[in-house]
């Protein structure tokens, strides 16, 4: 049994990683801001599971506020930290560009110099398959250049990548990058685009697709990236970065028709033009995950998004 501290806890991929971390005995450490991005309400019922199990301890705070960080650290002196608190998003970051840096790599740094100093020698770090920019280099390798990113968000987590290599370099600290794919399924958050083209599709209102519907997007079930973030835990690593995708590339067009017949219901499109921050497609290839984590994704897109529809229609 370890002790296990988890960095935006109450959020759609922290909320799973909670439950599967106490399902498997490990006491449990949440930190999370219960910030406005969307209802702070929401992420509280994503917690209404584990804030009742006698191995869950929350702490309600903002990784700016260092002290704050610092004190959590002091108390709780976890094993390992799976840093998942962050500003989302890519269209937001260009419209505050500031408050993502703040909250991304200066809360980021935070959590990393309270690993070097209360003895936390293992971080598991999300990142995001935005690193990757607008490359057409496909599938995305973890080896291929990440040197040029299209959003501020992007740029972020590209600084937490290498934040997390000189704390590995300098102080001997174990960190492992994990970089997410588009990840959907229960919970996800009301911005991203299946949970708000399904509500729109279900309330009769239109749908937007930004472009002609040819973006390709690798999507990735929640119940596949825990696991993942299981493997991670798993095996610590001096420093490595593993990309977790399905590693299959569904587009925009075929995503909308996918969710009108899992809804039962037909999409009104609103069609748009491209959006600052874009890319055409995302792909994963995760030999490396496979090979060193033993990780494989187990659910297909067409299961998934039935998944995600049955808790639409009866949500947690």
Not at 248 to 274: H, K, M, W
Request: aromatic share 10%.
């Amino acid at each position: 049994m370890s002790r296990i501290l988890v960095t935006g806890c109450a959020g759609f991929i922290g909320s799973h990683l909670v439950e599967a971390l106490l399902r498997r005995g490990e006491d449990v450490g949440g930190i999370d801001s219960f910030n406005d991005y969307y209802d702070p309400e929401v992420k509280r019922r994503n917690l209404r599971w584990a804030a009742g199990h006698s191995r869950f301890s929350l702490y309600e705070g903002d990784i700016c506020d260092e002290p704050f960080v610092r004190k959590v650290f002091e108390w709780f002196r976890p094993d390992v930290t799976v840093h998942l608190a962050a500003r989302a998003g890519v269209r937001p970051s260009i419209q505050e560009p500031n408050l993502y840096h703040r909250v991304n790599v200066i809360g980021s740094q935070h959590i990393l110099d309270a690993c070097r100093d209360f003895g936390c020698r293992r971080l598991v770090f999300a990142s995001s398959s935005s690193v990757y920019g607008g490359s057409d280099r496909v599938p995305f390798r973890e080896d291929d250049p990440v040197s040029r990113p299209v959003s501020p968000y992007a740029a972020t987590k590209r600084m937490n990548e290498l934040q997390g290599h000189v704390y590995s370099h300098l102080y001997g600290l174990q960190v492992t990058m994990l970089r997410f794919f588009t990840v959907y399924g229960p919970r996800q958050r009301p911005d991203m685009a299946i949970h708000k083209f399904a509500r729109a599709i279900l309330d009769g209102r239109p749908v937007t697709m930004y472009g002609d519907g040819s973006t390709r997007r690798d999507y990735t079930y929640i119940d596949d990236i825990t696991s993942g973030v299981l493997a991670a835990i798993d095996h610590p690593r001096d420093y490595d970065t593993f990309n977790l995708g399905e590693s299959r590339t569904v587009s925009l067009a075929e995503l909308i028709a996918q969710l009108e017949s899992v809804l039962g219901r037909r999409a009104v499109i609103d069609r748009q033009p491209l959006q600052p921050g874009d890319v055409p497609i995302t792909y994963a290839d995760i030999s490396h995950a496979r090979e060193v984590l033993g990780w494989e994704p187990q659910v297909p897109i067409e299961e998934g998004l039935r998944h995600f529809a049955e808790w639409l229609a009866n949500p947690w």
